[in-house]
C-alpha cells in the first residue's frame, strides 16, 4: 500500500495540524429573548439553559458573554398580547420594550455589537411577518412597517439589520430607508434563504410568536427547493446586503454550500432553536453527548461554508473554549 490516509490521524499533534475547518467565538451571534418587566430571568422549556431576560437582567447576560469572548448578540422580544396589534405598532414604538433594551445595552456596551431583528411576528396580533388581509400576507404594504422598524432600530443603536420576514424587496426597500436617513453604516444581514421549517417551533414558545392562523408558506421557501434559493441571494446582493443568511442549518448544508460557492459576501447560517432542542432532549435522556454533538453541529456548519453561525449554543461554546 502507498497510501495510508491513516498516518495524517495518528497523533492529535498532527490531527491538529491538518485540521481544515477551525471553530472559533468571534464567528458566533448569541440570540437573546428579552421580555417586559424588571428582575425577570425565566428558562424557555423547550430550551433548556436559555433563558428569556426583563431588560435589566439581560445587561449582566452581555457582560458575562463579553468576558468569554462573544461580541455580537441577536436580540428578540417577547411582547405582551395586550400590545400586539395588525400592524405591529409597538415595533416602532420608541418607548416600546425592544427599542428601549437596545438603547441601553448600546449606551452600556458601546463595544458590543446588536443584529436586531425586523419582522411583524413578535408584535402582530396575527403572528405572521406581514400585515395579515383575508388570510392574505401583503407584501408591499408590510415593506413600510418594516422599513419604519428598521429605522427606528438604526436610530436606537443598532449596528446590523437582520431582515427575518421574507418579503419581497424588503433589503432594498430598508437600504433606501436607512440611507435617506443618514444610517449608510448600518449593515444588513438578510435572511436570505429562510425556509418554512418544523424547527422553528421552540423560538416561537418562547416568544409565543405562532401563527393564530395558516402558516408561512406563502412567504418562507420550500424545504423541497435549493436552486430557489439563488434567486433570493441574487435579489439581496442587487438590493445591498451585507451578509447571506441560511436558515435553518443543520438540515441545510448544501443551501450553505451553495450560496458560499456562488457569492463573494459573507454568509451565515441560523442554528435555530428546534436544533438546538433535539441535542438538549437527547443529552438529558443521556442518549448523546451533548457537549460533542454541538461541537460536532457548529464544526459542520463552519465547514459547509458559513462564516458566521447564529447559535443557542454561542455561550456554551465560549465556555468551553476559553
Ligand atoms: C420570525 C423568526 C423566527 C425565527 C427567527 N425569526 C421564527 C419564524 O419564522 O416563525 C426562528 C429562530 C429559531 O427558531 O431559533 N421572524
Redesign the pocket.
Known sequence: MQRRPRRNRKSSVIRSMVEETKLSVSNLIF?LFIIEGSQQKIEVSSMPGIYRYSSDLVLGEIESCLKLGINTFAP?PAIEDAKKDKYASQSHNPEGLYLKAIDQIKKEFPECCLMT?V?M?PYSSDGH?GIVENGEILNDETLEVLGKMALAQAQAGSDIIGP??MMDGRVGFIRNVLDENGFTNVSIMSYTA?YASA??G???DALD?APKSGD?KTY?MDPANQREALIEADLDVEEGADFLMVKPALAYLDVIKLLKENYDLPIAA?N???EYAMVKAAAEKGWLDGEKTMLESLLSIKRAGADIILTYFAKEFAEISK
Open positions: 440570540p428578540f431583528d419582522a411576528d411577518d427575518s420576514d429562510k424547527f422553528y421552540p423560538f416561537r410568536s408561512k418562507q441560523y435555530v432553536s428546534g
